[in-house]
């Protein structure tokens, strides 16, 4: 069935660098979305990606829908402390309007 | 404020004794759906509804169940509850677009 690998699993970093992650699946998908959870809270939507080749920004965040249609990327630029929090892809299944695939996650944390 | 509330937000229980975990959101919002969230598991549905009296399953039923008799209530129901369903439990809803909004969750622990 349809799955979406999401890695790293983690990433450390220092304050002010650029971060990058990705989901890749082995299904084709027409929509991708990226979230971030803060720590005790529920996932909030970053940005929506709609359409192959798409690049698009929020704030420090860059999002692209990649080619084949089969993976996206998430790039921060600039990191700071609330950035941390777990980051999640997710995308439609195929043959839905409703119910989304999720990424296992990645989770940010910011080195003191 | 458009959202979605949860509650209890914490529930300790124990093996075997009914509970109810309220979602209500107040976006007129059709569709809702509960996940569980475990460590290195992501998000995974549980159950959703596409309107009221409209449920289905989502890929981890077994154990819950759920009603949708108003558009703005979604509670889930354990009958039954077992340690292995100690989690983290948000209620969802959406429009017409894929955004999903997320309630801020119950953790519950079942010993």
């Known amino acids: 069935g349809q799955q979406l690998n999401q890695s790293p699993q983690s990433m450390f970093i220092q304050e002010g660098e650029d971060v990058s992650m990705n989901c890749t699946s082995s299904?084709?998908?027409?929509?991708w979305l990226w979230y971030k959870q803060d720590p005790g809270e529920g996932p909030v939507l970053l940005i929506a990606?709609?359409?192959a080749g798409e690049l698009t920004s929020n704030g420090r965040l860059t999002a692209q829908f990649g080619i084949t249609r089969k993976d996206s990327f998430l790039n921060i630029s600039a990191s700071i402390p609330s950035d941390v929090g777990i980051y999640f892809c997710?995308?439609?299944?195929?043959?839905?309007?409703?119910?989304?695939?999720w990424g296992a996650g990645t989770k940010l944390i910011i080195k003191p | 404020e458009a959202q979605v509330t949860q509650n209890p937000r914490y529930l300790i229980t124990v093996t075997g004794k009914k509970l109810t975990v309220t979602c209500s959101q107040n976006?007129?919002?059709?569709?809702m759906s509960w996940y569980r969230q475990d460590p290195g598991l992501g998000l995974r549905q549980i159950y959703y509804?596409?309107?009221?009296?409209?449920?289905d399953k989502g890929d981890v039923p077994e154990g819950y169940k759920v009603s949708r008799k108003e558009k703005r209530n979604f509670p889930l129901i354990l009958e039954s509850p077992s340690p292995n369903q100690t989690s983290l439990y948000f209620c969802?809803?959406?429009?017409?677009?894929?955004?999903?909004?997320f309630g801020p969750g119950t953790r519950l622990t079942v010993t």
């Open positions: 969802a809803s959406k429009g017409l677009a894929y955004e999903q909004y």
């Open positions: 976006m007129n919002h059709e569709y």
């Open positions: 509804s596409m309107n009221v009296e409209v449920t």
């Open positions: 299904s084709i998908f027409n929509t």
């Open positions: 990606l709609y359409k």
């Open positions: 997710a995308g439609p299944y195929m043959d839905s309007n409703y119910q989304l695939i």
